[in-house]
């Protein structure tokens, strides 16, 4: 299985702060890597695909990128809706995995 | 507009064999390249793929699961069931169902089911 690693666990930040969240995997694939985010209560919303595709409607402070080992998903300037945590996830290869999750909290 | 909602009971007592339903609609699981998948995530903890199921058939399960799972589906329904055999308390959680297209991640989510495993 290739395993997903996030890092930080959790993070915290001011609105308007630039924020990374980075996902080391355990084997090197190309880009079939999504990143989710999830609300408390609620069903997790695909953001990214292919490791750096912005899904229709998902705010341009959103972007991904990375390849190999490597990816990351930035948010560029941090708005009180993005308070929430976030997943990867690989689909290169089955089973499909996911990391732990960071948690982003306000500062 | 895609939807998707998963029902199932909401209490399972150990051994016993756990039955979910995903009813979708605006999709059809004849289409080319699309699938339906299941994802658990335990209260606190992360996400976990645990099976899917595609328009030509195509069925992956999770290795730690395999052995207890079986995934159909009802093109005629538009529904895809999970079953689990022989529940244990770990497998409490709760269990989303999710719509997918090839080299894409999973874009709609049901809003998921809490199922609780316990004597």
């Known amino acids: 299985d290739i395993q997903m690693t996030q890092s930080p666990s959790t993070l915290s930040a001011f609105v308007g702060d630039r924020v990374t969240i980075t996902c080391r995997a355990s084997q090197s694939f190309s880009d079939w890597l999504a990143w989710y985010q999830q609300k408390p209560g609620r069903a997790p919303k695909l953001l990214i695909s292919k490791a750096s595709t912005l899904e229709v409607g998902v705010p341009s402070r959103f972007s991904g990128s990375g390849s190999g080992t490597e990816f990351t998903l930035t948010i560029s300037s941090l708005q009180p809706d993005d308070f929430a945590t976030y997943y990867c996830?690989?689909?290169?290869?089955?089973?499909?995995?996911f990391g732990q999750g960071t948690k982003v909290e306000i500062k | 507009q895609i939807t998707l909602k998963e029902s199932g009971p909401t209490l399972v007592e150990p051994t016993q064999t756990l039955t979910l339903t995903c009813t979708f609609s605006d999709f059809s699981l004849t289409t080319g390249g699309v699938g339906v998948g299941w994802i658990r995530q335990p209260p606190g903890k992360a996400l976990e793929w645990v099976a899917d199921?595609?328009?030509?058939?195509?069925?992956n399960y999770g290795p730690s699961l395999r052995s207890r799972l079986t995934i159909t589906k009802d093109t005629s329904k538009n529904q895809v069931v999970l079953t689990m055999t022989n529940v244990d308390p770990v497998d409490t959680g709760t269990y989303y169902c999710a719509h997918r297209r090839v080299h894409r991640g999973l874009d709609y989510w049901g809003q998921g089911t809490l199922v609780t495993v316990s004597s």
């Open positions: 199921i595609y328009w030509n058939g195509e069925i």
């Open positions: 996830q690989q689909y290169t290869t089955y089973p499909w995995t």
